[in-house]
């Protein structure tokens, strides 16, 4: 994720913000639905799908990461209905009361969302403030046209060398450091200080002389042109740079079987939001489990959080979603993002 934008960029927006939405009270605006989301997270079928069962218009508005839109909500903005933040920004959010209590009589697809996902979203288990949108993990690619023996499936597979000089780990402390927390037997959202270091060691000592870099964009470009072999990241990102024909030759795509870190990025109203009856009405509507299905083919995502949307679906899924089961959610750690950001700070600069 990119980290806070700079003061101007923020003005910037503010003043798009103000200027974009300043008719929101206006009475030919009354059955317009602002939603603040995720660039490409919204297919376009199911906004248009949505405008014509509830007779209204749905604009939306983007951002890139989940500092960007917190940042522009806290300096003012005004005017959106909807937001679709992570599970630690929920948290943030939810304390903060920054979020409208949902409509529960509105939520009557609710029975479609998986359990297994409420109980890990613990910061809101009873969908009070948020109901969860899409709950996913990054993994390990292989390129299996460029390795021909065997290799561990678990974390520990950046410590093989037959992948020196061909393999790389995100630019993600939280990512990085929670697949060896995981890998060492602890949890994701460790703070202690001696488990932390267990990890740095790890990674500096076992990974890191193997890995060109830390990457968290380019990855996908050059596991489909063949440079690296071995990449820890969201899977979306090497498909979306390998033609789907060679997915089954080319990618050997799986998550350890002891798990990972993951996020949960959740649908929420926000406390002054203008129009929170439609906004109840669309989020209840995305769990239709066609409509929901219709989300999942669009990006060839597994169906994790509306299970019933499974038989509805026409698009191969990139992975098995069972492989998501014993993920961990990144939690809010607090003052204890501190101690990530010392460790972290020694992996990417030290030997």
Not at 6 to 29: N, T, Y
Not at 245 to 273: N, Q, R, T
Request: glycine letters at 6%.
């Amino acid at each position: 994720m990119k980290k806070n934008a700079s003061k101007i960029v923020l003005a910037v927006s503010l003043v798009a913000a103000v200027m974009g939405l300043s008719s929101c009270g206006k009475k030919e605006e009354e059955n317009v639905l602002y939603l603040y989301n995720w660039t490409y997270y919204t297919p376009d079928s199911v906004i248009a799908q949505f405008e014509q069962q509830f007779n209204c218009k749905v604009k939306v508005d983007n951002y890139a990461s989940n500092e960007e839109m917190y940042s522009k909500l806290r300096a003012g903005a005004k005017g959106y209905d909807i937001v679709v933040p992570s599970q630690d920004y929920c948290s943030i959010m939810i304390k903060q009361k920054m979020l409208k209590e949902l409509d529960q009589s509105k939520l009557t697809n609710r029975s479609h969302i998986n359990p297994a996902v409420l109980q890990k979203a613990t910061y809101d288990p009873d969908m009070k403030f948020c109901v969860p949108y899409y709950f996913g993990a990054a993994g390990i690619s292989v390129n299996k046209t460029k390795v021909a023996g065997g290799y561990e499936r678990s974390w520990n597979i950046f410590a093989d060398p037959q992948f020196k000089g061909h393999a790389t780990m995100m630019d993600d402390m939280r990512e990085v450091l929670g697949d060896a927390l995981m890998y060492l037997g602890y949890s994701v959202n460790s703070v202690d200080e001696k488990e932390l270091s267990e990890a740095k060691q790890l990674v500096l000592d076992k990974w890191k002389p193997n890995l060109v870099k830390f990457d968290a964009e380019g990855f996908g470009k050059s596991f489909s042109s063949g440079d690296f072999w071995l990449c820890q990241g969201y899977a979306e990102v090497i498909c979306g740079e390998v033609p789907e024909e060679k997915w089954d030759s080319m990618i050997d795509f799986f998550i350890p079987e002891d798990g990972g870190p993951a996020y949960l990025d959740s649908m929420c109203i926000l406390k002054d939001a203008p129009h929170p009856g439609l906004a109840n009405d669309f989020i209840n509507f995305i769990h239709n489990p066609e409509v929901y299905a219709q989300f999942l083919d669009a990006f060839h995502f597994p169906c994790f959080v509306n299970l019933d949307a499974k038989q509805y679906m026409t698009a191969k899924p990139m992975y098995e979603a069972s492989q998501m089961e014993k993920c961990v959610l990144k939690e809010d750690v607090g003052d204890g993002l501190d101690k990530f950001n010392a460790v972290w700070q020694e992996i990417r600069f030290g030997n």
